[in-house]
C-alpha cells in the first residue's frame, strides 16, 4: 500500500502542453502528451493530497480519480490559472511544457491562403511562470520544476539541471534525459531529482508512475500542509 503522507496537503500540478493561436483553427504547439504531470497527480492524490491538475493540451488521458483537473490552452491561460491555484496550494510542481514564445497577432478569422505572403512568423516571449510562482511562493510553500535537457560535448545533462535549477530558484528541480525512449510521447523518463540543498538523486529510467512516487518521496517529508 502506498503511504498517506500527503495527507491535508493541497497539491497543483501543470500537464499538458500550451496551444498558442495564430487564428480559430491553427496553433504552436509541442509534443508533450501531459503523462508525467498526469502521473504525478494520480500518485499524489493516492497518497491522500487534495490535487489540482491544470491541463494543457494532453494525449488522450484518463482523469485521475479524486483529481480536479482545470483545462487550458494557452501559456498565459495556465498562467493564470496556476497562480489562482497556487494561492492556496502547499506544493506546486510545473510539468507542463510551456511555449517560449507565442505569435504577437492573434487574427479573429482563419487566415486565408491569398490574404498574405508566407512571410514569418512574427513571436513574443511567453512569461517563465515558474520563476513567477518562485517570485509570489508563500513561506512554506514548495515549488518544483521539471527541465528536459540533453547532454552536449563538454556539458552534461546534470550540469545544465544545476544551472537550471539556480537560475528558476525553485526548490526541486527534475532534470529528464531526453531521447533514447525517454521522456517526449513515450512511457519512460529517466534523470535527476536535485534540491536546492544540493541533494541529489539519480531516477533510474523508468515508468512516469515510478519518477512520481520518488519526486513525492522526496517532497513529502518537507511539506506542511497550511493550518
Ligand atoms: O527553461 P525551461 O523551459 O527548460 O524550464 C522548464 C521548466 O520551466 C518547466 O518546469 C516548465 O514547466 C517551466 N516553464 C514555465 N514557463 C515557461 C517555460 C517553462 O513555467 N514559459
Redesign the pocket.
Known sequence: ALPRDLEGVHVAV?AGGTREALDPVRFLGNRSSGRQGYALARVAAQRGARVTLVAAHTADLVAPAGVDVVRVGS?LELRDAMHTVAETADVVV???????FRPVDQVEHKIKKTERDPDPVALTR??????ELVAARRPGQVVV????ETGDAGTGVLDYGRA?LKR?GCDWLVVNAVGDGRAFEVEDNAGWLLSADGVETPIPHGSKARLASALWDAVAPAVQPRP
Open positions: 501543470s501559456a510545473m510539468a507542463a511544457a510551456v511555449a517560449d511567453n512569461p517563465d511562470i515558474l520563476a520544476g521539471f527541465a528536459a537550471k528558476k
